[in-house]
């Protein structure tokens, strides 16, 4: 057998932005959080997720940044 390159991988995500592999509890939202962007965005770089059937290890684009620090937890009342 030859071995033969391997064809450059495809591009999933337009550029200026990463892949994100979805995990188990994610939303819309809280990527959208986690990576100091909007739902609009993200939606935006990917047309062909439905919001509502985000599974894990689904892989998504989100836009080229690093997670911000996490959220301080809510005060209790």
Do not use: H, K, W
């Given at each position: 057998?030859?071995?033969?390159?391997?064809?450059?991988?495809?591009?999933?995500c337009?550029?200026?932005?990463?892949?994100?592999?979805?995990?188990?509890?994610?939303?819309?939202?809280?990527?959208?959080r986690?990576?100091?962007?909007?739902?609009?965005?993200?939606?935006?770089?990917?047309?062909?997720?439905?919001?509502n059937?985000?599974?894990?290890?689904?892989?998504?684009?989100?836009?080229?940044?690093?997670?911000?620090?996490?959220?301080?937890?809510?005060?209790?009342?």
């Open positions: 057998m030859g071995a033969y390159p391997r064809p450059p991988r495809r591009r999933r337009p550029v200026g932005s990463r892949e994100y592999t979805v995990r188990r509890g994610d939303t819309l939202f809280s990527i959208a986690d990576f100091n962007t909007t739902v609009a965005e993200l939606r935006r770089l990917n047309p062909r997720i439905n919001p059937r985000l599974r894990p290890g689904q892989v998504i684009c989100v836009p080229r940044r690093e997670p911000g620090p996490p959220c301080p937890p809510c005060p209790r009342q």
